[in-house]
């Protein structure tokens, strides 16, 4: 036993002082559910679920060259788009090696940057707007 280890309280007991830090809890499986934009929304504008629990997340919403998307700019129509997510996990907390992460219910590739870090790149198009069903009203002219 080292000797910085051991205190000596009297002549007949010592103390061993024992460091330690324990384990972390190794997070799962889960689920990220990105809600695709609308053509016209804002980057900023969208939430986001990750499924799991003790995780905090940083989300970028990049455009065609992975360049972060301002506020100024809306998504446009037939053009890609990536969101990048980090996912840490908090003090405590590590990924399991070989977890799977669901992205909108697919099964997706992520990177791994520490025990305790991933990272999700997910290319999306932006939804169509959709036009609802119309029902004109239209006033026929009268006779004369």
């Given at each position: ?46 939430g ?30 037939d ?43 997910y ?22």
């Amino acid at each position: 036993i080292p000797a910085e280890m051991v205190d000596y309280r009297s002549y007949n007991k010592i103390y061993i002082n024992y460091e330690f830090k324990p384990a972390p809890i190794k997070i799962g499986d889960f689920d990220v559910t990105i809600p695709i934009p609308t053509v016209g929304d804002h980057p900023t504008s969208l939430g986001l679920d990750v499924g799991a629990d003790n995780v905090n997340y940083d989300v970028e919403w990049l455009d065609k060259n992975k360049n972060e998307m301002s506020l100024a700019k809306a998504y446009e129509i037939d053009t890609d788009y990536y969101c990048c997510i980090t996912i840490e996990a908090e003090d405590g907390y590590a990924f399991k090696a070989g977890m799977k992460v669901k992205v909108n219910g697919a099964d997706f590739n992520y990177a791994s940057k520490s025990d305790s870090q991933i990272m999700i790149m997910y290319k999306f198009r932006p939804e169509p707007i959709i036009v609802k069903l119309l029902r004109p009203v239209i006033k026929l002219p009268e006779l004369g």
